[in-house]
């Protein structure tokens, strides 16, 4: 028997406002999530991206502690056009989220742009540069 990948999960400090910054981004959490300790977003192929409050996951790992500074966890979402990297990059920092890295044209042939999440999680967007990938 292998394993096979199966979901991405995150500890949310504050679910509501990951939900809704996901959301906005296109993640499917059902209505009520926002509330609930546990919550997940079917994506294409079947994967999940699940999201846990903090006493969740010490509900069964008693000693698990946020991590003191910066994030090792990242996602990447591709986007449709390099003008749809600028605007959502934009509307998102509009609506008060971290901006991490302002979209710029990446050597290796995207135009690329970092957020963070209400948690500081690092999420990537990028689309193909016209000849680019």
């Known amino acids: 028997m292998t394993p096979r990948f199966d979901a991405i999960g995150l500890v949310a400090s504050d679910m509501a406002a990951s939900v809704a910054f996901y959301r906005r981004l296109g993640f499917p959490f059902p209505e009520g999530s926002e509330a609930q300790p546990h919550a997940e977003a079917e ?25 003191a500074a910066g ?33 710029w044209n990446a050597d290796w042939g995207q135009r690329y742009a970092s957020l963070h999440d209400p948690d500081g999680n690092s999420v990537d967007l990028y689309a193909p540069l016209p000849g680019g990938e």
Request: negative net charge; charged residues 30%.
């Open 43 to 67: 994506l294409p192929g079947g994967v999940r991206l699940m999201l846990d409050t903090e006493d969740t996951v010490r509900s069964f790992h008693p000693g698990w502690r946020a991590p």
């Open 71 to 103: 994030s090792r966890t990242g996602l990447a979402l591709r986007c449709d056009s390099p003008a749809e990297v600028d605007a959502v990059y934009e509307e998102l920092v509009g609506e008060g989220f971290h901006g991490e890295l302002k979209p």
